[in-house]
């Protein structure tokens, strides 16, 4: 699904994937876009069991920023969950994992 490993283990460690190809399954991609207002693509949904939306990725991006977005949307999922230490402990590692995470934000 993706090319890069480090995406693969975190997807695979965090979440069940689930893909819907806009060829390949053009209903099913019809009636989740419906749903989930995903009409973009790539649309990374990051949903919890009950099919409730946490956060969104849209359109193609690099794979560090890719994965940041990743780790940024399991961190709001433990949050929005109540799960405060395990979000605390989610944030902290996207400060200490993103390039430039201490540089001043006009650096950015």
Do not use: C
């Amino acid at each position: 699904m993706w090319p890069d490993e480090r995406v693969v283990r975190f997807v695979n460690e965090n979440f069940i994937p689930a893909r819907v190809h806009v060829k390949e399954d053009p209903e099913a991609f019809k009636k989740y876009g419906e749903k989930y207002n995903a009409h973009w693509t790539p649309t990374v949904l990051e949903l919890d069991p009950n099919g409730e939306e946490f956060y969104r990725t849209e359109g193609f991006l690099p794979v560090e920023d890719f994965l940041a977005q990743l780790m940024l949307g399991r961190a709001h999922m433990d949050f929005k969950k109540g799960k405060w230490d395990e979000a605390e402990e989610r944030f902290r590692e996207i400060y200490e994992k993103l390039p430039n995470a201490d540089a001043a934000p006009e650096a950015l």
